[in-house]
């Protein structure tokens, strides 16, 4: 009998695989630079000549991008394939600002209850750190600020979820926000009291996560998504064409 033969993988391959999974699990975000090429090496204990070798394969199958002025990122492709097509058809049909928030109620939920189940410690005090931020935020009175640390916390609860399918989606829908594609999501924030009735939804979700009650996760972060749908039928932003900053 014939054996074949055993062939040693390439050192550039065994790289390109290590950081395609990092990225799939979501340790560099779409959009994120990656560390310069001389750290990356060392953290990753490789040759530079072996690391750049694997930086352009993935480039090739489309991963990363190196952009003008220096510095290698990770492609933004899976968001992009989920909203880009959407956004110009969003903003033309007012109706998609609410039918957002409805699968936000769901997505939202889902996530918050599989934090609390799955997350680790270090998940917990990341969703923490972006809660505090929130706070922060609050007491600067900038809509704007609260409204960018609003989408950290969410994001940090998909992390926490460990659903790699699900803190995919959720950064392009969270990408969506940022651009004001569906809504100006700063009208969230247009009142004081409003605000504080956000604040205090937001405590709800990070206590129940970090006291590792999952339904009440759940229930606490689909509350909250119920609110915002209520203020969006309130200003009729679901009937109107969607404000822009």
């Known amino acids: 009998m014939q054996f074949p033969?055993?062939?040693?993988?390439?050192?550039?391959?065994?790289?390109?695989?290590?950081?395609?999974?990092?990225?799939?699990?979501?340790?560099?975000?779409?959009?994120?630079?990656?560390?310069?090429?001389?750290?990356?090496?060392?953290?990753?204990?490789?040759?530079?000549?072996?690391?750049?070798?694997?930086?352009?394969?993935?480039?090739?199958?489309?991963?990363?991008?190196?952009?003008?002025?220096?510095?290698?990122?990770?492609?933004?492709?899976?968001?992009?394939?989920?909203?880009?097509?959407?956004?110009?058809?969003?903003?033309?049909?007012?109706?998609?600002?609410?039918?957002?928030?409805?699968?936000?109620?769901?997505?939202?939920?889902?996530?918050?209850?599989?934090?609390?189940?799955?997350?680790?410690?270090?998940?917990?005090?990341?969703?923490?750190?972006?809660?505090?931020?929130?706070?922060?935020?609050?007491?600067?009175?900038?809509?704007?600020?609260?409204?960018?640390?609003?989408a950290e916390f969410h994001i940090a609860i998909a992390e926490a979820s460990h659903n790699l399918v699900l803190l995919h989606v959720v950064r392009g829908l969270m990408d969506l926000l940022r651009k004001d594609v569906l809504f100006n999501r700063d009208i969230l924030y247009a009142h004081p009291h409003a605000r504080d009735r956000l604040l205090e939804q937001h405590r709800a979700v990070h206590d129940a996560i970090i006291a590792g009650d999952a339904e009440a996760a759940r229930q606490a972060a689909q509350a909250h998504m119920a609110h915002v749908e209520d203020v969006m039928r309130e200003r009729r932003i679901g009937s109107a064409p969607a404000a822009v900053a």
Do not use: C, W
């Open 5 to 150: 033969k055993i062939r040693q993988e390439r050192l550039s391959d065994a790289i390109a695989r290590t950081l395609e999974r990092m990225i799939v699990e979501g340790a560099f975000a779409a959009g994120e630079r990656l560390p310069s090429e001389r750290d990356l090496a060392i953290r990753l204990d490789v040759s530079r000549p072996s690391l750049r070798e694997a930086l352009h394969k993935l480039e090739v199958r489309g991963l990363l991008e190196t952009r003008h002025g220096g510095g290698t990122y990770v492609r933004n492709t899976l968001a992009q394939q989920l909203t880009d097509p959407l956004a110009d058809l969003f903003q033309r049909h007012p109706q998609a600002g609410v039918d957002f928030i409805e699968l936000r109620k769901t997505l939202d939920g889902m996530a918050a209850y599989y934090a609390a189940l799955r997350g680790s410690e270090a998940d917990r005090a990341a969703i923490s750190a972006t809660f505090d931020a929130i706070v922060a935020a609050h007491g600067l009175d900038d809509p704007t600020v609260e409204a960018e640390r609003d």
